[in-house]
């Protein structure tokens, strides 16, 4: 059954079948199911085997719940295996179930507290699961230094500094960064982002004509009148078809909103039919209508916001800012360089480059935000990227 249950997968990876990996799932399944028959019908490491290929498998296919059911049944037969405890706390995680990984990686802990990989994803959770940025980046800290297989990872490294920046440790996370830079895991230390192309040329600000899309920017400036009086207007919309928190945890203080007309390169008509003029100027260009790794959305920002220094998840985009309603009193800094907004003008940066913003004026600001696709990418790279 076990050869079978092999047989099936293979033939799943040459055929490209999730059918066929599906009979090899439920293949192993009866294998495990023999076992807990009678379990000298099956040797342990056979067991073990069926189950682990089981596991990856369903993992593969999204099936995490199933996973963590055949995860558990495997660690009542090997309960002190540590890889094994370790890799159900990253399902949990992979379903976006943080207590419950936490639980996981909180038991390893307790038995072999010296785990590195058990110690960056528990300080992971307890950062961005928990909000708790000390106690996240001691573990994470620990578990990086353990040198361990799987915590050489850029994710453990943006969250680590990240955590370090809000503690106020600023340049003990710019070593952090430093460190990744050197081991290609990020582009920079200004350049954090983890989805990236990494031939594509960078630079905090962008002109239009270093972008080559002027005339759509130029065409966005003639028109910003109109576009400032469709997100004016939505601004007094009832909450709940309206602008939405900012729901990244990256508001240090204040009050900052986004209403999305695109995102990840479809338009939201919902939304559209609402500001029809702004998306249809959207439309018809392409590189940003289009643009899966990036938005399209009005974002109004309260007197009296600190938005935390962060970085964008890509540099496949572009990101311009259209200054609708803007007082005085306003900042953004990316990497070293500072600007602010102006009525009816538009900059561009990068936002895979960290970037921060404070306003300290004293009436709410509204911008129109368009991500356009990076220049450099060819065609076929802006089909087939994966969306984010
Ligand atoms: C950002 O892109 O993080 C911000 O600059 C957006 C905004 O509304 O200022
Ligand atoms: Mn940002």
């Not at 949990?92 to 110690?119: R, Y």
């Not at 940025?133 to 990086?144: E, Q, R, T, V």
């Not at 102006?342 to 300290?360: A, L, N, P, T, Y």
């Amino acid at each position: 059954m076990y050869g079978r249950a092999r047989s099936l997968d293979r033939l799943g990876e040459l055929e490209r079948s999730n059918s066929r990996l599906e009979q090899a799932i439920v293949t192993y399944r009866g294998v495990l199911d023999l076992a807990d028959e009678d379990s000298n019908l099956v040797p342990l490491p056979l067991v073990r085997m069926a189950a682990e290929n089981c596991i990856d498998r369903m993992i593969f296919r999204g099936f995490f719940g199933k996973a963590v059911r055949v995860q558990q049944r495997l660690l009542q037969r090997f309960p002190d295996d540590v890889k094994l405890r370790n890799k159900m706390g990253v399902t949990f995680l992979l379903m976006n179930q943080g207590s419950a990984a936490k639980e996981v990686f909180e038991a390893v802990l307790q038995q072999w507290p010296d785990d590195g990989f058990a110690q960056v994803h528990y300080g992971f959770i307890l950062k961005n699961t928990y909000k708790n940025n000390s106690g996240g980046a001691l573990y994470m800290l620990k578990g990086i230094e353990s040198g361990a297989e799987g915590t050489d990872d850029g994710r453990f490294y943006f969250h680590l500094g990240d955590a370090l920046q809000r503690e106020g440790k600023v340049e003990e996370a710019y070593k952090i960064y430093d460190r990744a830079v050197a081991k290609g895991l990020f582009l920079g230390r200004y350049q954090r982002s983890l989805y990236n192309v990494d031939r594509l040329s960078s630079r905090p600000f962008w002109t239009p004509e270093q972008t080559t899309y002027q005339m759509f920017f130029r065409k966005l400036e003639e028109n910003w009148e109109a576009i400032r009086d469709e997100g004016a207007a939505l601004l007094t919309a009832p909450p709940q078809d309206g602008f939405r928190p900012e729901a990244e945890n990256l508001r240090d203080v204040g009050d900052w909103k986004q209403y999305d007309l695109f995102t990840r390169g479809r338009k939201i008509t919902a939304n559209c039919v609402k500001a029809p003029r702004t998306c249809s100027l959207i439309e018809n260009f392409p590189p940003a209508a289009v643009c899966k790794r990036g938005q399209v959305k009005f974002s109004v920002m309260h007197p009296g916001t600190h938005v935390h220094a962060h970085t964008g998840p890509t540099n496949c985009r572009l990101r311009a800012h259209l200054g609708l309603v803007v007082p005085d009193g306003l900042r953004l800094r990316v990497g070293n360089e500072f600007t602010t907004w102006q009525e009816g003008k538009i900059f561009i940066f990068d936002d895979s480059w960290e970037h921060e913003v404070w306003h300290e004026g004293d009436s709410p600001r509204l911008i129109l935000i368009v991500d356009v696709w990076h220049p450099e990418l060819t065609e076929h790279e802006r089909k087939t990227l994966v969306p984010i």
